[in-house]
């Protein structure tokens, strides 16, 4: 046997060597297997083991990478991960550091899209009961998205043509990338605040971005803007995307546009649209008051055309010979009938009073002037509440037209070549020309100085 050496290895000692060894040997790596003996403790920290076949290997990921795991995690889950060899010196066990962690088969996204989507829908915020009807005619909307993608050129330019006196504000945001979910979920919380305080009223709130790949989309499938849009006490819609592209937000929101131009569509109908509408009501209206004119006439002439009315006299007739009747049979009864021959006799006379053609004139000209006051009162009604209708209509149109704007004082300044709108200070350099539009008409003039920014 041979005699120990003068410097003799801890287990420490040999544990660090080995240690070092393979960290040296094995830089970061992917390795591939299935979840079993998954636990996670109070720490945050994750453990498992990673399997196959023939072997086994003890991985951690510890909480900050934990976190970002975009899947939930279960045993016999197959997985791909990526991360550094190392020891854990308390037990002797080498394992892996995991980095990264994907699900394999079904993309890392994918699967978190998945996940996501059945989860708040358990908890009800994809319930059409819970979901805002859009108004119909919004005057302020809340646009929360990137201040320079094609969305909002796109967005607005169609609100230009369709009803350009509507009132946007942007909220700008970053649409993709880090952090991005979080700037959109706290524009939805902010308009909501301004809102609530009546600093900001807003009909509509409108969340959008232009198409890309699922990466690119990702910020809206997020679950911090689910949680904010199912928060929004003003009616949202979510404009993400192409049409073939779905998000978390488009299931939360209470509207889905297929994309940021047809949000646009959806949000404002076009001014000649409710033009239209309102001459519609009005034909609606006089085909429903020349009906129940005709339906009136109708019955009157029905009435006047009765048998009462007709041949008064036969049924007068009929009664007077009732009553010789009556007065024959009174002359021939003896004693004890007399007398209620003779109360008959009464109560024929009676009906003859009151079927005389001066009573029954008398009565059915009641009942026409009765019938006649409740058709002029429901005719006056109906008039009236059509006539509120059509003013409170005409009301908005006014108070939505370019020329209230341009009354109070304001003015609309466009490039002459292009027709454009100078919405910025940006869009005009010194020398250009422009012209204006005011109440009264329009003058041209030219840029004289580079303007300045508020």
């Known amino acids: 046997m041979p005699n120990p050496p003068a410097q003799v290895l801890s287990v420490t000692d040999l544990t660090r060597r080995v240690k070092d060894l393979l960290e040296e040997k094995f830089p970061s790596l992917w390795v591939e297997g299935e979840i079993s003996n998954l636990r996670s403790p109070s720490s945050g920290h994750v453990y498992f083991t990673l399997k196959d076949a023939n072997a086994q290997l003890a991985v951690v990921l510890f909480r900050g990478v934990a976190a970002k795991v975009g899947f939930a995690l279960k045993d016999g889950l197959q997985v791909i991960a990526f991360g550094d060899v190392s020891v854990y010196e308390r037990s002797g066990q080498y394992q892996l550091v995991a980095r990264q962690l994907l699900p394999k088969g079904l993309g890392a996204l994918q699967l978190a899209f998945e996940e996501l989507k059945q989860r708040l829908a358990k908890e009800g915020l994809f319930d059409t009961a819970r979901k805002k009807p859009i108004p119909t005619l919004p005057q302020h909307i809340g646009l929360v998205t990137s201040p320079t993608g094609a969305a909002i050129r796109d967005f607005l330019n169609i609100i230009g043509r369709r009803f350009p006196n509507v009132h946007i504000v942007i909220n700008p945001v970053r649409v993709q990338g880090e952090g991005a ?106 085909k429903d008051l020349r009906l129940q004119l005709a339906e009136a006439r109708q019955r009157f002439s029905t009435l006047a055309s009765s048998y009462v009315f007709r041949r008064p006299t036969e049924t007068i007739r009929q009664y007077q010979q009732q009553l010789d009747d009556y007065a024959h049979r009174l002359r021939r009864a003896p004693g004890a009938t007399v007398a209620a021959h003779h109360a008959r006799w009464k109560a024929a006379a009676g009906k003859f009073k009151l079927l005389s053609p001066q009573a029954m004139l008398v009565n059915w000209r009641q009942r026409l002037g009765s019938h006649e006051q409740r058709f002029q009162a429901a005719w006056a009604r109906r008039t009236q509440a059509m006539r509120h209708r059509l003013g409170q209509a005409s009301t908005k149109l006014d108070l939505l037209s370019p020329n209230a704007t341009l009354q109070r004082g304001y003015s609309i300044t466009v490039l002459p070549e292009t027709g454009r709108i100078v919405r910025s200070v940006t869009h005009v350099q010194p020398g250009t020309n422009i012209s204006t539009k005011v109440l009264d008409g329009t003058f041209g003039s030219v840029v004289s100085s580079q303007p300045d920014a508020e």
């Open 181 to 286: 979910a979080n700037e959109i979920a706290a524009a939805i919380d902010e308009f909501n605040a301004l809102h609530a305080a009546g600093r900001l009223p807003l009909d509509v709130l409108i969340v959008t971005r232009g198409g890309g790949s699922l990466e690119d989309l990702w910020a809206f499938n997020e679950e911090v803007i689910a949680r904010a849009l199912a928060c929004s006490k003003i009616p949202t819609i979510s404009a993400v995307g192409h049409e073939i592209d779905f998000t978390i937000s488009d299931f939360v929101a209470d509207l889905r546009a297929p994309t940021p131009s047809a949000a646009a569509e959806l949000v404002v109908k076009a001014k000649d649209e409710y033009t239209r509408q309102i001459k519609q009501y009005g034909a609606r209206l006089q």
